[in-house]
T-cell receptor, first 115, second 112 residues
Framework: DAGITQSPRHKVTETGTPVTLRCHQT?????MYWYRQDPGHGLRLIHY???????DKGEVSDGYSVSRSKTEDFLLTLESATSSQTSVYFC??????????????FGPGTRLTVL | GESVGLHLPTLSVQEGDNSIINCAYS??????FIWYKQESGKGPQFIID?????DKRQGQRVTVLLNKTVKHLSLQIAATQPGDSAVYFC???????????FGTGTRLKVLA
């Protein structure tokens, strides 16, 4: 299994509080992604990174920010959590040119509940 | 691990039979199409991909077919096994963007 961990694995928080989710990889992959997964929507891309300090928005980026200060860590921050951000969050990594070009490796997920 | 939500389209297949999972995609400009498998409580796992200039690609026990005319992708699993029970997602991506767009998924149930 690719070395990807997510922390925390579960979190319950209140509306209006800041939340930071961490994705850590040991594979030295260049690309890292944050997705959310909700019933009826599949996986939706929030933000992704193509290198240290290089990030871009996905299709559902409103209300989220990210940072990547080093290759192995990609942080997702909800500045002021809302109930609509209750979801399961997945981190993924990829390295085009290694193995299958489009192969993404996913972490185990974080279940976030915003009350 | 974390689990996928309920209310997905479900395909039930007898063990040993072949399975066909279908997907409609949206972007004519997508260069690659990918199939993922997600088991209960886990993150998605890459199965196989296909370039837009191909119409068929085979892997181990799996075949992906691409019909660009009707924007349709299918995943065929030969001799379906209990371990194939999972949710299957298709995804599309345009080269250079790395913005993957996922479908909503299909649950495959393998009946013993």
């Amino acid at each position: 299994d690719a070395g990807i961990t997510q922390s925390p694995r579960h979190k319950v928080t209140e509306t209006g509080t800041p939340v930071t989710l961490r994705c850590h990889q040991t594979e030295n992959h260049r690309y890292m992604y944050w997705y959310r997964q909700d019933p009826g929507h599949g996986l939706r891309l929030i933000h992704y990174s193509y290198g240290v300090k290089d990030t871009d928005k996905g299709e559902v980026s409103d209300g989220y920010s990210v940072s990547r200060s080093k290759t192995e860590d990609f942080l997702l921050t909800l500045e002021s959590a809302t109930s609509s951000q209750t979801s399961v969050y997945f981190c993924a990594i990829s390295e085009p040119g290694q193995g299958e070009d489009n192969e993404q490796f996913f972490g185990p997920g974080t279940r976030l509940t915003v009350l | 691990g974390e689990s996928v939500g309920l209310h997905l389209p479900t395909l039930s297949v007898q063990e040993g039979d072949n399975s066909i999972i279908n997907c409609a995609y949206s972007n004519s400009a997508s260069d690659y199409f990918i199939w993922y498998k997600q088991e209960s409580g886990k993150g998605p796992q890459f199965i196989i991909d296909i370039r837009s200039n191909m119409d068929k690609r085979q892997g181990q026990r799996v075949t992906v077919l691409l019909n660009k005319t009707v924007k349709h992708l299918s995943l065929q699993i030969a001799a379906t096994q209990p371990g194939d029970s999972a949710v299957y997602f298709c995804a599309e991506v345009t080269s250079g963007t790395y913005k993957y767009i996922f479908g909503t998924g299909t649950r495959l149930k393998v009946l013993a």
